[in-house]
């Protein structure tokens, strides 16, 4: 029954009821994707580049968690900068120019830290290779400051 066509009917047709039986060699399908389950972010190897050599005294997983840290401080600078300039342009048209400015050079500062600091220390700056990084935020960051000085 399991391989009857939809249109079969209730009763089985052909010739010794073939409907009814599996062909031979028939099992389960091959899975759809052989490769396995993907690999969570738990299981996955950290790229070299991130790792340090743990300084004498230290536990073994101390200077991972130095890096991890230090790699939050650029994103957390940028963000604090861009988010003191919108609040500083939210206070009325008189600061508009000041806290576009104050957003524009920060978005600079980024660039120069992503071009200027080495990998494991750029943490959430780094999204793509490092001239599309440098690249757009330079862009950005012109653009945003052009802006603010043609403020009036």
Same mark, same amino acid.
């Given at each position: 029954?399991?391989?009857?066509?939809?249109?079969?009917?209730?009763?089985?047709?052909?010739?010794?009821?073939?409907?009814?039986?599996?062909?031979?060699?028939?099992?389960?399908?091959?899975? #759809?994707?052989?490769?396995?389950?993907?690999?969570?972010?738990?299981?996955?190897?950290?790229?070299?580049?991130?790792?340090?050599?743990?300084?004498?005294?230290?536990?073994?997983?101390?200077?991972?968690?130095?890096?991890? #840290?230090?790699? @939050?401080?650029?994103?957390?600078?940028?963000?604090?900068?861009?988010?003191?300039?919108?609040?500083?342009? @939210?206070?009325?048209?008189?600061?508009?120019?000041?806290?576009?400015?104050?957003?524009?050079? #920060?978005?600079?500062?980024a660039a120069a830290a992503r071009l200027l600091l080495p990998l494991r220390?750029?943490?959430?700056?780094?999204?793509?290779?490092?001239?599309?990084? #440098?690249?757009?935020?330079?862009?950005?960051?012109?653009?945003?400051?052009?802006?603010?000085?043609?403020?009036?």
């Amino acid at each position: 029954m399991a391989n009857r066509p939809a249109n079969a009917g209730s009763d089985t047709t052909g010739p010794d009821r073939a409907y009814d039986r599996e062909p031979a060699g028939a099992g389960a399908p091959p899975p #759809v994707h052989p490769q396995g389950p993907p690999r969570n972010l738990r299981t996955a190897p950290r790229p070299r580049n991130l790792r340090t050599a743990p300084r004498p005294g230290d536990a073994p997983d101390q200077a991972a968690a130095d890096v991890h #840290v230090r790699s @939050w401080l650029p994103y957390l600078i940028v963000l604090a900068g861009a988010a003191s300039g919108l609040f500083i342009a @939210w206070q009325g048209s008189q600061y508009a120019g000041l806290g576009s400015g104050l957003v524009g050079g #920060v978005l600079l500062a980024a660039a120069a830290a992503r071009l200027l600091l080495p990998l494991r220390y750029t943490g959430l700056l780094s999204s793509r290779r490092k001239a599309p990084d #440098v690249t757009t935020l330079a862009v950005f960051g012109a653009a945003v400051l052009a802006i603010a000085l043609l403020l009036p």
